[in-house]
């Protein structure tokens, strides 16, 4: 099956700090995206940053980066400089499984950020 | 340019009843994909259309559910007879090609059934 495995239920931050949010995931494919999204409290699902498998280079965007492991088939977000507007779920995601661009995401990942 | 718009964001139907919601997807967009969110749990596939076909609909309850998405006019998710478990938040997503996989999520419609 392919399954998107986020083990972390619930991570907080101090404010102005970095944290690490995990995500594994299975495939057979050797080509492929990977996302991360953020939902807020007003459930708005927003992307937040793509990774192409076939890129070496992580992807970043601002204050996001992400630290992608092809081999150890590991994708996870990096947050720096946390702010109070970060606090949200992140669910990892990634297409399939088929041919199509259905996505299949991760049980998500709860953000708190404190004062 | 406007983002994908659902309609309604609430909906209460008692049991029985049927429900139906609406997707406007982004202008340009012809993919679109209807995804549901149980409580406290990610977001599930359900159909994926173009305009006037249905591409995969492989996580759609094969009951009660159908997904169109007419030529002209929003995508619309009917859900009928309506039960309990049907209580979710129902998300839609546009994309202007399907390769990239960068899909742009409305807000959400928030099914309640009671």
């Known amino acids: 099956a392919q399954t998107v495995t986020q083990s972390q239920p619930e991570m907080s931050v101090q404010e102005a700090e970095t944290v690490t949010l995990s995500c594994t995931y299975d495939?057979?494919?050797?080509?492929?995206?990977l996302f991360w999204y953020k939902q807020p409290p007003s459930r708005q699902m927003i992307l937040v940053i793509r990774q192409e498998a076939y890129k070496q280079q992580n992807a970043t965007e601002n204050r996001f980066s992400v630290n992608f492991q092809k081999a150890a088939k590991s994708f996870s977000l990096k947050i720096s400089d946390s702010q109070l507007g970060d606090a949200a779920m992140y669910f990892c995601a990634r297409p399939g499984p088929g041919a199509n661009s259905k996505l299949t995401f991760g049980k998500g990942i709860t953000l708190s950020v404190r004062p | 340019n406007a983002g994908v718009m659902q309609n309604p964001r609430h909906l209460v139907r008692r049991r029985g009843q049927e429900a139906r919601l609406r997707c406007s997807p982004m202008?340009?967009?012809?993919?679109v994909y209807w995804y549901r969110q149980l409580p406290e749990e990610g977001l599930k596939f359900m159909v994926y259309?173009?305009?006037?076909?249905?591409?995969?609909e492989s996580g759609m309850p094969k009951e009660r559910f159908s997904a169109e998405f007419p030529k002209e006019g929003p995508s619309i998710l009917r859900i009928q007879q309506v039960v309990r478990g049907d209580s979710a938040a129902y998300f839609c997503a546009s994309s202007l090609y399907r390769d990239t996989y960068e899909q742009y999520f409305g807000p959400g419609t928030r099914l309640t059934v009671t």
């Open positions: 495939t057979s494919e050797s080509d492929y995206y």
């Open positions: 259309l173009q305009k006037e076909n249905i591409i995969d």
């Open positions: 202008k340009g967009h012809s993919h």
